[in-house]
């Protein structure tokens, strides 16, 4: 289904819940947090599809333009993976290598990492590059 076809469908399907929603006398307020709510859950869910081949190569560049939690440690990485065999893939790495996708993920360049964690340029590309292998 495309991005339109979903998106109608998900007005029509939320109208006729707001209509019985009044039936039962729940306030407007109420309607409209549950609303936004929902059409944020949606816009997420759509995003995680359209998204969810992670072997591309702008596997770094993919930003959520949903997303209000900043990923500020190996702890909020995972929590955020929603994909069982990348979580599966991800659990078995070491910290230096989740330590160099949460920096990527946080818009730091290579240089940046490196100097950080004190390893070499090329031992980050390497990193990145195996664990690439791994998700295909």
Not at 6 to 34: A, F, G, R, T
Not at 102 to 127: C, F, H, M, P
């Amino acid at each position: 289904m495309n991005n339109y076809k979903e998106k109608k469908y998900w007005i029509i399907k939320k109208e006729k819940e707001e209509k019985n929603l009044k039936k039962l006398q729940v306030s407007e307020e109420v309607i409209c947090k549950l609303r936004n709510y929902d059409w944020n859950d949606f816009k997420r869910e759509r995003s995680f599809r359209t998204h969810q081949n992670v072997t591309k190569d702008v596997f770094f560049d993919l930003k959520a333009t949903y997303d209000e939690k900043e990923i500020n440690s190996i702890n909020d990485l995972m929590d955020e993976i929603e994909n069982e065999n990348l979580y599966k893939i991800l659990s078995k790495e070491d910290d230096i290598t989740l330590k160099i996708l949460v920096y990527k993920i946080q818009g730091y360049s290579t240089k940046e990492i490196a100097n950080i964690l004190g390893i070499t340029i090329d031992n980050i590309y390497y990193r990145i590059k195996k664990i690439r292998k791994k998700i295909k």
